[in-house]
């Protein structure tokens, strides 16, 4: 039975991960259980982002930040704004997961988070991009800092 049923990016990532890693994990039960615990994020946090277009039309999105580790130091990881940004699918948590791992192996003392917004960015203007990016940071501000977390860019 599947741990995580609604998110199939994010299964199929831990069951490379934990193939990968098979005959380590069984002879060092320790770095499994350290496994069991760092894919579940610390915090998942959903929120609105309400902006207005060139039109004056209200509309609204989700806003996402996934929070997985802090065990190295402040969460990092990037921002995407893409439709196809949820929780489900979850390019935010699939590629939160995977930001732990990358942000480890840079010694850097920095956990891994990543976020974004169901938010399509293709044919909007730049006054539209500017009224949602900042929606969107006022929205992400209450949850984020340089000794909480540091989000980046995204591809």
Same mark, same amino acid.
């Given at each position: 039975?599947?741990?995580?049923?609604? @998110?199939? @990016? /994010?299964? #199929?990532?831990? =069951?490379?991960? $934990?193939?990968?890693?098979?005959?380590? &994990?069984?002879?060092?039960?320790?770095? #499994?259980?350290?496994?069991?615990?760092? #894919? +579940?994020?610390?915090?998942?946090?959903? /929120?609105?982002?309400?902006?207005?277009?060139?039109?004056?039309?209200?509309?609204?999105?989700?806003?996402?930040?996934? #929070?997985?580790?802090?065990?190295?130091?402040?969460?990092? =990881?990037?921002?995407? /704004?893409?439709? $196809?940004?949820?929780?489900? +699918?979850?390019?935010?948590?699939?590629?939160? /997961? @995977?930001? +732990?791992?990358?942000?480890?192996?840079?010694? &850097?003392?920095?956990?891994?988070?990543?976020?974004?917004?169901?938010?399509?960015?293709?044919?909007?203007?730049?006054?539209?991009?500017?009224?949602?990016?900042?929606?969107?940071?006022?929205? &992400?501000?209450?949850? +984020?800092?340089?000794?909480?977390?540091?989000?980046?860019?995204?591809?």
């Amino acid at each position: 039975m599947s741990n995580y049923p609604h @998110e199939p @990016e /994010f299964e #199929q990532a831990l =069951g490379e991960l $934990t193939s990968t890693l098979g005959s380590f &994990l069984k002879k060092n039960p320790d770095y #499994q259980k350290a496994l069991d615990i760092v #894919q +579940i994020p610390e915090r998942i946090i959903t /929120f609105r982002v309400v902006w207005e277009d060139d039109k004056g039309v209200c509309h609204v999105n989700r806003g996402y930040r996934v #929070q997985f580790n802090s065990a190295l130091g402040p969460y990092k =990881g990037g921002l995407r /704004f893409h439709p $196809t940004v949820n929780l489900s +699918i979850l390019k935010v948590r699939f590629l939160g /997961f @995977e930001q +732990i791992f990358k942000n480890a192996l840079t010694g &850097l003392p920095m956990g891994g988070g990543k976020g974004g917004a169901d938010f399509d960015p293709k044919g909007k203007s730049d006054a539209e991009l500017r009224r949602f990016t900042k929606a969107f940071a006022t929205e &992400l501000q209450r949850h +984020i800092g340089p000794n909480t977390d540091v989000p980046a860019g995204d591809i």
